[in-house]
């Protein structure tokens, strides 16, 4: 079991499952059969109201903590977004009753950093069209230091608990999941509505490729859709590929839900790298529960830059008995 006194595992566990929580709540009273596809407003609202909810919780925990995060205040401080401000207040006042459009305002900038030897990295709604869709998102919190993810969380409103080792469960009106990874100590997860109670999490132990189980991404454009099709041929993968948003995959491939997930370089962004706060939780939580994360050329992944991977070209997490067949199919496809 990992150390739950831990006072910076104490406040990761309850700042995001409190941040879910709050995100679900959003979900449910924003997110509607009417919405339009152009609407993005709950998950505005969303993302602003995790962020500021998280940063009031780190500068009670650790003041002179730093946070690389997605969100800033920038648009949020114009006069057309007046409403949307007054909405984020209105939903972080449910958990801290004395939250004002200038405390959210803080909170949300709250240590905000390019860089630092120990930071926070938040991604405070992973999955943006999940949430929209009422499916997969998550709150993905994690503390780097000296370029090493030591503790990562992720806040699962829709993901089924705790174990998914028979099929992806999908559990949208379910407890949801809160799963934690802290370095040497391995994974765990815990229905996030409890948050407690953890049970361990391993990774499956499938070598067979032909059984493989590919997690993607729902979004074509997060990816090459050619190139993955490529890799399944070039693996001799025969099992349909499951298809989620978030970094919740991580949660899936660590309670042995799947084998594979693949982070391709689109054909029309050549040059993009993740952001840090894409990979850092779910990165340590497939580690410690006995799977591999590497970039594409089989580099460890580098969480010194700023803000994103920029020394890492793309993404592949295995349950790591597959990991060097995988890279041998990557080099295949993209020779």
Sequence with gaps: MFDIHQPEIQFALHAVRQAALLAQTIQTEMVTPALTKEDRSPVTVADYAAQALVGALLSEAFPNDVVVAEEDTGALRQAA???????????????????????????IDHGRVDA?????TLDPIDGTKGFLRGEQYAVALALVVKGQVQIGVLGCPNLGHPNLTEALQLELNGPGSLVIAVRGQGTW?????????????????????????LLRSVESGHTNVDQIGAFVQAMGIQTPPLSMDSQAKYAVLAAGGGELLLRLLSADKPGYREKIWDQAAGSLILEEAGGQITDLD???LDFTPPRSLSHNRGILASNGVLHSAALRAL???QA
């Design 298 to 300: 089989g580099k460890p």
């Design 116 to 120: 630092a030897q120990r930071f926070w």
């Design 189 to 213: 997860s815990a229905a996030l509505n409890e948050g407690q109670n953890f049970q361990q999490l391993k990774v499956s132990d499938q070598a067979d490729a032909r059984a493989a189980r």
């Design 331 to 333: 080099r295949t496809i």
């Design 81 to 107: 977004a007046a409403h949307t401000l007054e909405q984020t207040t209105h939903f972080v006042r449910q958990i801290l009753p004395q939250a004002t459009p200038e405390s959210v305002l803080r909170w």
